[in-house]
């Protein structure tokens, strides 16, 4: 799908605020409020727009450890790694995955309450994979920064 100007501009505004009326968005973009919820609905049926999520802020959900964990597998082979992704895909422990190249195969973004809760986690996901060579742990002190925009915009 094409992006013009206007379009990528409708997707950066939304980014910072998808609760944005449509009159409000067509206001900051130059067009006809009809346009404009022509553009954003076009941008939702051609998948640009993948959905709409509400961000918490962890820091008033009382305490929970942000675990970033390095995962290297014994065997490079892709049904082992499909296995693998599917444990991940069913961990709801699990907020990020990401496939990398290097010596790490894996990069997991882990959310839990406590220790206890990391180490069922460890043994519910990680142990039980007969391919895992190894993984590391690094508890995050600070979240410094997270944003979860793309730049869009030219």
């Known amino acids: 799908m094409l992006l013009d100007r206007i379009d990528r501009r409708i997707l950066s505004l939304l980014q910072r605020d998808s609760s944005a009326t449509n009159l409000a968005l067509a206001e900051q ?3 006809s409020p009809p346009a404009c919820l022509k553009r954003v609905k076009r941008l939702k049926s051609e998948g640009v727009i993948a959905r709409e999520v509400a961000l918490l802020a962890p820091e008033r959900l009382g305490q929970l450890l942000h675990v970033v964990v390095e995962v290297q597998m ?3 082979r892709k049904d082992l790694y499909a296995a693998f992704l599917q444990r991940v895909q069913n961990a709801g422990e699990v907020k990020q995955c990401y496939q990398v190249t290097g ?9 839990v309450p406590d220790m206890d809760a990391y180490d069922r986690f ?3 996901v990680l142990y039980s994979d007969p391919n895992l060579h190894k993984f590391r742990t690094m508890i995050s002190r600070f979240r410094n ?6 730049d869009v915009e030219d």
């Open 29 to 31: 973009v130059g067009l």
């Open 122 to 124: 460890c043994d519910k």
């Open 145 to 150: 920064k997270f944003d979860t925009s793309l």
């Open 74 to 76: 014994e065997r490079d």
């Open 103 to 111: 010596e790490i195969d894996f990069v997991l973004i882990v959310v």
